[in-house]
């Protein structure tokens, strides 16, 4: 049977050998686009991995992916961020929905980072939501950034520390900390109203910061904090007394 199939079948064509050399070309570059595609997605992840880690220790929901829309940015930076977690709010199922009134953005810190600017705001709503967005190296820090510059989100459970139950996010001061998942840094939001600066202790590190009138917000770079495990931050008032202090740990992994 398999010798009547085998005369029935046509007899080979033979290839071109130029085609076959341009196909095969083919098939090489092709490859090597789908690897870059591949090695570029998980730059990305790595970096959105990074970033939401820094929006508050733990952040369980409420954060969304960098911004697809093609949006630029229009007016100054907060109203820029006003309108992104505007629309947010309007999309179904996320954490937004019942925003209510959107109070104005304040920007909680913008500073140099080794890979760019990192910049965060926080606004709060009349239904007492907290929301927040956010840049990490993406935003240039001039002009405004475009939607797609941002990461945000309102509200979300967040883990605060070992043998702490998890805590839904209902004040500013919620957010922030101290972080070393690329590079050492620390920002937050002050609880104490007056505060005027905050001072950060740790291993290598003794730095007094202002603090923000708005927002009440600090941040910075710590690169000689590379070998403390955690920092205390003692916030200040304008007489230079202590309203109060709390430790920061750099979460693991």
Known sequence: MTDHISALAPAPLPLDPAWSEATLARILAGDGAAEDRAATGRADR?????????VVVGLVAGFTAVGTATAVGLGDPTEVVARVIKDFAQQPNTTGNGLGVLDEPALVAQFDTGHG????????????????????????????????ELE????????AG??????????????????????PLVYGVSPYPGTTAV???????????????????????????????????????????????????????
């Open 46 to 54: 790595g970096r959105r991995r990074r970033t939401r880690r820094r």
């Open 117 to 148: 600017v990192f910049a965060f705001w926080v606004a709060t709503s009349s239904s007492g939501k907290v929301c927040y967005a956010m840049s990490d190296g993406i935003w240039d820090g001039t002009g405004t950034p475009t939607k797609k």
């Open 152 to 159: 945000y989100g309102c509200g979300g459970t967040i883990w």
């Open 162 to 183: 070992d043998d702490v139950p998890p805590q839904e996010l209902t004040s500013p001061d919620q957010l922030g900390g101290f972080f070393k998942d690329s590079e």
């Open 199 to 253: 001072r950060v202790q740790g291993t290598g590190v003794d730095r007094m910061l202002p603090v923000r009138a708005d927002s009440l917000g600090y941040g910075t770079a710590l690169p000689e904090a590379a070998q403390a495990a955690e920092v205390t931050l003692t916030f200040l008032d304008v007489d230079g007394r202590a309203l109060g202090s709390k430790v920061s740990v750099a979460p693991i992994g």
